[in-house]
């Protein structure tokens, strides 16, 4: 899998995950799949960003909420649940996924083809 993430510099370069399938502008909340546009509103485009930032890796729900809602706001398991059932919703168009390890995070799969 050939991933491109850039990061600023002197340049400062647009931070971007692209694999060639998922394209991913984290500071201009843009997300494309197989070049179709993705629109996600806020909070779940967050979410789906801080997965991408370390690709079928599980991220800890804490680490997860502090992303998307900060450290001022305490940490609300099922709000989260509620956020990662949309996404999963939304995302299983595209052939993505969304995997839970229970009382640790989720992970983002991509482009899981099918079930083995």
Same mark, same amino acid.
């Given at each position: ?17 692209? $694999?060639? =399938? ?20 806020? /909070? ?9 930032? /370390? ?9 997860? %909420?502090? =992303?998307? %809602?900060?450290? $001022?706001?305490?940490? +609300? ?16 168009? =595209? +052939?993505?996924?969304? $995997? /839970? ?11 899981? $083809?099918?079930?083995?």
């Amino acid at each position: 899998m050939a991933v491109s993430i850039s990061a600023g510099g002197a340049h400062a370069v647009e931070d971007v995950y692209d $694999d060639g =399938y998922l394209r991913l502008e984290h500071k201009s909340y843009y997300m494309a799949c197989g070049g179709e546009p993705v629109r996600l509103p806020r /909070t779940e485009f967050l979410i789906v960003s801080r997965l991408t930032r /370390t690709p079928e890796r599980i991220v800890s729900s804490a680490e997860l %909420w502090r =992303y998307a %809602w900060g450290d $001022d706001k305490p940490l +609300n398991t099922e709000s989260l649940h509620v956020y990662i059932y949309r996404l999963r919703t939304k995302l299983a168009k =595209y +052939n993505l996924r969304i $995997d /839970t390890m229970v009382n640790v995070g989720y992970r983002l799969l991509l482009r899981a $083809d099918s079930p083995t």
